[in-house]
């Protein structure tokens, strides 16, 4: 795809243009489920 601020080609699943060095794309990875399974008590587990 191309930059839509600077017209330059950069790849599809490209986040950030390296040639302007703004944002096209929004963030895929989201790590939010990563603390339930430590607040489990020891009494549950078994
Ligand atoms: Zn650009």
New binding site residues.
Partial sequence: MY?K??G?KINDDAVI?L??G?Q?ALLKHEESNKTAADTIPEEIKG
């Fill in positions: 930059c601020y600077c330059n243009c040639s302007c703004r096209v």
